[in-house]
């Protein structure tokens, strides 16, 4: 199963990195963040089935494909986002984590303005009825 050899590399490299953080910080935080896109990578080759299987009933419901591109661009920047700012914590640099979370909460806020303001005009529409 992937999830398992996913989660033996991460363990793995935890345990050495905790091991060798004393002598060499450095390549602790090396092998940590090695370890971080391995698991990434590994993820990324799977989801293709997932959002194959989410566009097919999203077409099945009516719900238009640019919702839905929408959705999978809001997660994709949440996801990016969480690795890299818990690669920062983990190498100490909490302000640069904090910087990036603030950069992505706004760039999803930005992606979502075209929806925002789609969903304002229907409900002005209904209230003008």
């Known amino acids: 199963m992937e999830i398992l050899r996913i989660c033996a590399v991460c363990l793995i490299a ?4 905790k091991v ?4 060499n910080r450095d390549l602790a935080a090396i092998l940590s963040i090695s370890a971080v ?3 990434a990578f590994s993820a990324v080759n799977g989801i293709s089935g997932v959002i194959s299987g ?20 809001a997660l994709g920047i949440c996801y990016i986002v969480e690795l890299c700012s818990s690669s920062c914590r983990d190498c100490g640099e909490t302000a640069l984590a904090s910087a990036l979370d603030i950069s992505g909460r706004i760039a999803i806020s930005l992606l979502c303005l075209p929806v925002l303001r789609e969903f304002i005009e229907v409900v002005k529409n209904i209230l003008e009825r």
């Open 14 to 17: 935890a345990v050495l990195a």
């Open 20 to 23: 060798i953080q004393p002598t």
């Open 37 to 39: 896109i391995f698991a």
């Open 54 to 73: 989410l566009a097919e009933t999203a077409d099945s419901a009516g719900v238009a494909s640019g919702y839905l591109s929408l959705a999978f661009k």
